[in-house]
Nanobody, 115 residues
Framework: QVQLVESGGGLVQPEESLRLSCAAS????????MNWFRQAPGKQRELVAS???????NYADSEKGRFTISRDNAKNTVYLQMNSLKPEDTAVYYC?????????WGQGTQVTVSS
């Protein structure tokens, strides 16, 4: 069992930055592939970024160059650094831990980008 708790969301202006954190507890964090998803009102949940157990990262095309995912296995935490934020980045951001067939979700943190 893995518990995931996101933090770091908030209200920012366009072009500002935020760093989201996801703290994991309850199991061997380093064995999990970690993802950040987001869901905007009226839209489907979409994958933003992922990081493998070996540290390999992948990003959605619209986030490449602006977002950076990282993990600190010693702290059982995964991060999402978001720069040059746009109003269309407004969404609830969810942390996801996967070690097939196990799949865990956090409760989400709201990010609002508005002037």
């Amino acid at each position: 069992q893995v518990q995931l708790v996101e933090s770091g969301g908030g209200l920012v202006q366009p072009e500002e930055s935020l760093r989201l954190s996801c703290a994991a507890s309850g199991s061997v964090f380093s064995s999990y592939h970690m993802n950040w998803f987001r869901q905007a009102p009226g839209k489907q949940r979409e994958l933003v970024a992922s990081i493998s157990t070996s540290g390999t990262t992948n990003y959605a095309d619209s986030e490449k160059g602006r977002f950076t995912i990282s993990r600190d296995n010693a702290k059982n935490t995964v991060y999402l650094q978001m720069n040059s934020l746009k109003p269309e980045d407004t969404a609830v951001y969810y942390c996801n831990a996967v070690m097939w067939p196990k799949n865990y979700w956090g409760q989400g943190t709201q990010v609002t980008v508005s002037s």
